[in-house]
């Protein structure tokens, strides 16, 4: 079983800074791919970053440019590091580990970003 723990997150300005962390149980850099999402009120969780295996990363459109994503195997440990923050970036964020085709989720962190 494969545990993650988010944390970080809180309210922020509109173009200002946060970081996320998120802690998981094993060792990250055996896990196929780590990412995270989010979802806000009414709407779809959706992809904002991923990093794989191998070091690669990807993110959507919305975000490029403005987050980044990035990992600590020795502290099994992933963070999403968030600039430039606008109001529609609010949504509660969502840790995930894929492990052996499986996806195991934390609990979220809400993040919100006032105007």
């Known amino acids: 079983q494969v545990h993650v723990v988010e944390s970080g997150g809180g309210l922020v300005q509109a173009g200002g800074s946060l970081r996320l962390s998120c802690a998981a149980s094993g060792t990250i850099n055996g896990y196929s791919a780590m990412g995270w999402y989010r979802q806000a009120p009414g709407k779809q969780r959706e992809l904002v970053a991923v990093?794989?295996?191998?070091?690669?990363?990807s993110y959507p459109d919305s975000v490029k440019g403005r987050f980044t994503i990035s990992r600590d195997n020795e502290k099994n440990t992933v963070y999403l590091q968030m600039y430039s923050l606008k109001p529609e970036d609010t949504a509660r964020y969502y840790c995930?580990?894929?492990?052996?085709?499986?996806?195991?989720w934390g609990q979220g962190n809400q993040v919100t970003v006032s105007s």
């Open positions: 995930s580990a894929l492990v052996n085709k499986l996806n195991y």
């Open positions: 990093i794989f295996s191998g070091g690669d990363t």
